[in-house]
Nanobody
Framework: QAQLVESGGGLVQPGGSLRLSCTAS????????VGWFRQAPGKEREGVSC????????YYADSVKGRFSVSRDIAKNTVDLQMRDLKVEDTAVYYC????????????WGQGTQVTVSS
């Protein structure tokens, strides 16, 4: 059964770091473009980052550019989101999703992992 699972969320102080993982089971993640999204309470889901399956080109929202980095771990069948210099406004549930290629419809989602940035 194909499944995506996010992990690595937690509570961190402002300025801290977290590394989220999106792990696929039942299919090979490197065959898909993978996007990271987040949704804060009372707000719409927003795109954070995406990595292409064609050439691993990565894309970032302006709000996280220079602080977040997305990468693939082929051996682990994951896409990781390294988050540094976290801010209170990064607090949200983070989701990963897959699409056949960048720009196409997302066809699979994980259940999300909570990231809370607070002092």
């Amino acid at each position: 059964q194909a499944q995506l699972v996010e992990s690595g969320g937690g509570l961190v102080q402002p300025g801290g770091s977290l590394r989220l993982s999106c792990t696929a089971s039942g299919f090979t993640l490197r065959h898909y473009a993978v996007g990271w999204f987040r949704q804060a309470p009372g707000k719409e889901r927003e795109g954070v980052s995406c990595i292409s399956n064609r050439d691993n080109t990565s894309y970032y929202a302006d709000s996280v550019k220079g602080r977040f980095s997305v990468s693939r771990d082929i051996a682990k069948n994951t896409v990781d989101l390294q988050m540094r210099d976290l801010k209170v406004e990064d607090t949200a549930v983070y989701y990963c999703g897959t699409q056949p290629k960048v720009g196409e419809r997302y066809d699979s989602w994980g259940q999300g992992t909570q990231v809370t940035v607070s002092s």
